[in-house]
């Protein structure tokens, strides 16, 4: 099991960035695929990108591609997903959540990963 941490959300203008991070701790970090999910009030949560074990791929939701970056730094045990051109829309609850297993493919399903973080507000006035 790995604790994951998340941070760097904030209130932002439209058109604005922020960059979350993502602080593992408790197991090797560089043998999980991240996933990044976001909950706005009252909706479910959704998937916003996700990364492999070391990088070498991503994925998006249609929803952010083009705006958000997903990137890693195994060595600091950090996940981050840089936020460009934010939309009042991606107004929520940002979470990291963490799935054991190299070479496994890239999931965008909340039920498939097992270690969340606690979640960060990011808030984008219009």
């Known amino acids: 099991q790995v604790r994951l941490v998340e941070s760097g959300g904030g209130l932002v203008q439209a058109g604005g960035s922020l960059r979350l991070s993502c602080q593992a701790s408790?197991?090797?970090?560089?043998?999980?695929?991240v996933g990044w999910f976001r909950r706005a009030t009252g909706k479910e949560r959704e998937f916003v990108a996700s990364i492999t074990w070391n990088g070498g791929s991503t994925a998006y939701a249609d929803s952010v591609r083009g705006r958000f970056t997903s990137s890693r730094d195994n060595a600091k045990d950090t996940v981050y997903l840089q936020m460009n051109g934010l939309k009042p829309e991606d107004t929520a609850v940002y979470y990291c959540?963490?799935?054991?297993?190299?070479?496994?493919?890239?999931?965008?399903?909340?039920?498939?990963?097992?270690?969340w973080g606690q979640g960060t507000q990011v808030t984008v006035s219009s």
């Open positions: 408790g197991r090797s970090f560089s043998s999980y695929n």
């Open positions: 959540a963490a799935r054991l297993g190299r070479y496994a493919p890239l999931y965008t399903t909340p039920n498939s990963y097992g270690d």
